[in-house]
């Protein structure tokens, strides 16, 4: 995994805009953004369930609010991003404050889906979101960030993020983890406010 401390999620409704300018605008201006920034790693997607459902979602993970800053930049010297804000509405942003979690990424890039949830805790929970993430890992999962919420509407609260590969290896990542004993005494402990999966497109 790399050192990133923060991840910068965004969320835009594409509005009549169609898959292709889509890629085609989106794709480009995050080109832009790993050439010209210090961006760690970029992506974005689409969200497949909930309140926000066709809404697209980009991630970027950064190493410092310094570099965060010049992605910034590098977003507003794109004519690629300013194309896509021309039709698109950016609905949401927020800056994550990510908690260090011991569970090794599965080499390899076949990522297809990124399962979040969203909940409220008293305290951090980073042991016991890294256990969780594992058991998700080791069954199914290619990577996991955790953090804590600084901006935006959800602040204070809590963001676990899982990768997959296939809609089934979600299936076999939480047939797994409803059967763990520290998963299910972690649950009482919590107030979950959002489960969403999204596809990644990019």
């Not at 805790?121 to 016991?128: R, V």
């Not at 990577?143 to 600084?150: D, E, K, L, P, V």
């Not at 602040?155 to 990542?173: D, K, N, Q, T």
Request: glycine share 10%.
């Amino acid at each position: 995994m790399s050192d990133a401390k923060f991840m910068v999620i965004t969320v835009a409704d594409p509005g009549t805009m169609s898959a292709t300018e889509v890629n085609d605008q989106l794709g480009q201006a995050l080109t832009d953004l790993k050439a010209n920034s210090e961006v760690l790693t970029a992506r974005w997607g689409r969200i497949g369930t909930g309140e926000n459902v066709g809404k697209i979602i980009a991630f970027q993970s950064y190493a410092s609010m310094a570099d965060i800053e010049s992605g910034y930049e590098a977003f507003s010297n794109s004519s690629a991003y300013a194309n896509f804000l021309n039709k698109a509405t950016v609905s949401k942003r927020g800056i994550l404050s990510l908690h260090a979690i011991d569970t090794p990424a599965v080499p390899g890039d076949n990522a297809k889906y990124v399962v979040m949830v969203r909940f409220q805790s008293a305290e951090p929970m980073t042991e016991q979101a890294g256990h969780a993430a594992k058991v998700f890992v080791e069954n199914g999962g290619l990577s996991a960030r955790y953090g804590t919420i600084m901006t935006g509407g959800y602040i204070g609260h809590r963001l676990l993020g899982v990768i997959y590969p296939s809609m089934a290896a979600i299936e076999a990542a939480y047939d797994a983890v409803q059967a763990d004993s520290v998963y299910q005494e972690t649950l009482p402990k919590l107030e979950l406010g959002m489960r969403n999966i999204v596809r990644l497109l990019g």
